[in-house]
């Protein structure tokens, strides 16, 4: 409620003032619209984090768009268990298995690619013992705190093949070192990819920044969830704003 009460006060000031984007704004501007308006192909989205819920409108309308969308990170467990897997003790949103078999039955469903094998873990601990599990088989009792090497292996191909690519959320639990190689893995397929890539979302900024990789990536955005919701709708009020006083409002 207060971030929509803030934003409806600095769209309420642009309109009525004189207004124009600062340096940062409009660095994002630019970025973003390369990722809406024809990218260069192949075009490969990477998401993770713990929630697809928070992410299920952009996945709806980058799909079509793509030529490949990655999905690790907790929000994965959703998607396979909608596929019908077993996923052990991993977090699932049980109110969205239905909403995401659709999108996955859907006419671009076959575009999500999804780990094939994951690290498991007893219980959610740093230290905690873990292992190798296949991503359709998770054993009960066990929950995923990272991609496994045949998924990074995977996922690396796809990224490395891109000529443009943008990149939100982690693999895993990246802040504790037993479940931080699959986030690391795509952070340096990201770097060493030729394509324009962008990466955003305060997790996934927070990872390149632990691997000393931030400068490695064509665009690094600060925009988080306003840069999701730009990919989802296309625009924002903000910009509309700003552009209606380029064109001399």
Known sequence: MADGVVRECLDGVAERLPSAAGRLLAEEIVAFGRLLRDPDRPYVVVLGGAKVSDKLGVIRALLPKVDAMVVGGAMCFTLLAAEGYQVGDSKVEADMVDEVRAVLGGDFGSRVVLPVDLVVADRFEAESPHRVAPATAIPRGTMGLDIGPETVARFAAIIGGCDTLFWNGPMGVFEWPAFAGGTRAVAEAVAASDGYTVAGGGDSVAALRSFGM???????????????????????PGIEVLGRWADGA
């Open 214 to 236: 931030e400068q490695a990536v064509s665009h690094l955005s600060t925009g988080g969830g306003a840069g999701l919701e730009l990919l989802e709708t296309g625009t924002l």
